[in-house]
């Protein structure tokens, strides 16, 4: 049973461009989580999506949008690059429930460490 | 205030030691509350739930307190391989849906 899978698993970009990645659920999960971890830092909720809607939305400018599709994966895309963007983007699926709880684990991909110079 | 406060470490121990870390949130109507330990540029992983009446995992042990809004996670007999950044993670009111973590605490566990 494949885990939560991400692509790329590395990535460097210049200011000002545009980034997809990219994130394929565990299987039987269809709810998808994107978090942001700078160095040193935690993760950092981005949004979380369900049912091919965004369900809700962290501190995060409007640069940063995703995407789920019929199969549950997810893109999240992050436009007009800063330095600041550059961290390790998590995804997380979770099992189907509608909200979390006691036993509503996240499962985590492999991450995509995303440099922008 | 953050939402969820870890003291960053790092914890140093002797194999074989025992080892406490804690963990403090602000908002008091948190649900759900669990432990995820992440190595060196890996993805997180949970490593346990937090339930209100304490939980036991082998030699992990983690405790919940609502009225001084803490949770915390024992370690016994320290192993090298637990040697980590462990994380805490709270879950806000009903009706979210995002896990709030803490800064992280980095464990070494020195032979």
């Known amino acids: 049973d494949a885990g939560v899978t991400q692509s790329p698993t590395h990535l460097i970009k210049t200011r000002g461009q545009q980034v997809t990645l990219r994130c394929s659920p565990k299987s039987g999960h269809d709810t998808v989580s994107w978090y942001q971890q700078a160095l040193g830092q935690g993760p950092q909720f981005i949004f979380q999506?369900?049912?091919?809607?965004?369900?809700q939305r962290g501190n995060f400018p409007d640069r940063f949008s995703g995407h789920q599709f019929p199969n549950y994966s997810s893109e999240l895309n992050v436009n007009a690059l800063l330095l600041g963007d550059s961290a390790l983007y998590l995804c997380?699926?979770?099992?189907?429930?509608?909200?979390?709880?006691?036993?509503?684990?996240?499962?985590f991909g492999q991450g995509t460490r995303l440099t922008v110079v | 205030r953050k939402e969820v406060e870890q003291d960053p470490g790092p914890f140093n121990v002797p194999e074989g030691a025992t080892v406490a870390f804690n963990c403090t949130y602000s908002n008091s109507a948190s649900q759900s509350f669990f432990w995820y330990r992440q190595d060196c540029r890996k993805e997180p992983k949970l490593l346990m739930s937090?339930?209100?009446s304490g939980n036991e995992d082998g030699r992990f042990t983690a405790q919940l307190n609502r009225a001084s809004q803490y949770i915390s996670l024992l370690i016994r007999d320290s192993k090298l391989s637990d040697s980590a950044t462990y994380l805490c993670v709270v879950t806000p009111t009903s009706g979210t849906y995002k896990y709030i973590f803490g800064t992280g605490t980095r464990l070494k566990v020195l032979a």
């Open positions: 999506y369900y049912e091919e809607e965004e369900r």
């Open positions: 937090v339930y209100s």
């Open positions: 997380a699926s979770s099992s189907p429930t509608t909200m979390p709880g006691p036993n509503t684990e996240a499962f």
